[in-house]
């Protein structure tokens, strides 16, 4: 070793030193990383604690407001607008219906032939659209959620 | 009877059939209340949609008939 110039062995000096200084960077870093991990995992991953706190939030938030986000007091008066104007639409068709039956009746009651014209075909048709709707429009009842029950008229 | 007035018959009693479901029907809406589902009122309006149907259906036979 005494043989090597002067030369060759500042080389290996410098060399080692470089890898000294190279594996005490690379050993704070991982050090630093790890020290760091679980500050930063806090901010990104949620705890199944704070999870179901979020859960009982969201309920908290539906149970204060009515359907759709609104207000509760709103959504009844709602219902109660839309109820109102489907009896008053049920009432509207089958006033129309007696009336049509009525002047169909009467036609025939009239008339010497066992054919229907065509208008009184068209009044048929009209009545079998109008009940159709009568049941549909009976059918589509809106009941407010504060009844907690749905309200059915059974045969009379 | 003729067949004709055998017909004319049928007709008559359908139509009679009509009104006296549509007046039901207009008695049993009368009565239900706004926010309640009413059983009777789905059972007559179905019952006078069929009638009705029926007798389209049949004036659209005899016609065809003819």
């Not at chain 1, 489907?86 to 032939?113: F, M, P, Q, Y």
Request: charged letters at 25%; one cysteine or more; aromatic letters at 2%.
């Amino acid at each position: 070793m005494s043989d090597l110039n002067p030369t060759a062995a500042n080389i290996t000096a410098i060399s080692r030193q470089r890898f000294a200084s190279l594996l005490f960077l690379a050993l704070l870093l991982i050090v630093s990383v790890r020290a760091g991990l679980p500050q930063s995992s806090k901010g990104v991953v949620l705890s199944s604690q704070s999870v179901v706190s979020l859960q009982h939030q969201t309920f908290d938030n539906t149970a204060d407001t009515g359907i759709g986000g609104l207000d509760p007091v709103m959504a009844a008066r709602r219902m109660k607008m839309l109820n109102n104007e489907r009896h008053r639409a049920l009432i509207s068709d089958c006033d129309k219906l007696l009336k049509l039956a009525t002047e169909l009746n009467d036609e025939i009651a009239r008339s010497n032939s066992g054919a229907l014209t065509p208008e009184q075909l068209r009044k048929v048709a009209e009545i079998e659209k109008l009940a159709h709707g009568v049941r549909e429009k009976m059918t589509m009842t809106i009941v407010s959620p504060s009844a907690g029950y749905f309200p059915v008229a059974g045969p009379q | 009877m003729t067949p004709e007035e055998k017909r004319k018959l049928q007709v008559a009693q359908q139509c009679a059939g009509l009104l006296k479901l549509a007046t039901d029907l207009k008695a049993q809406v009368d009565k239900s209340r706004k926010d309640e589902l009413s059983v009777t009122v789905v059972r007559k309006a179905a019952e006078l949609e069929q009638m009705a149907h029926k007798v389209r259906n049949g004036a659209a036979l005899s016609t065809s008939n003819e």
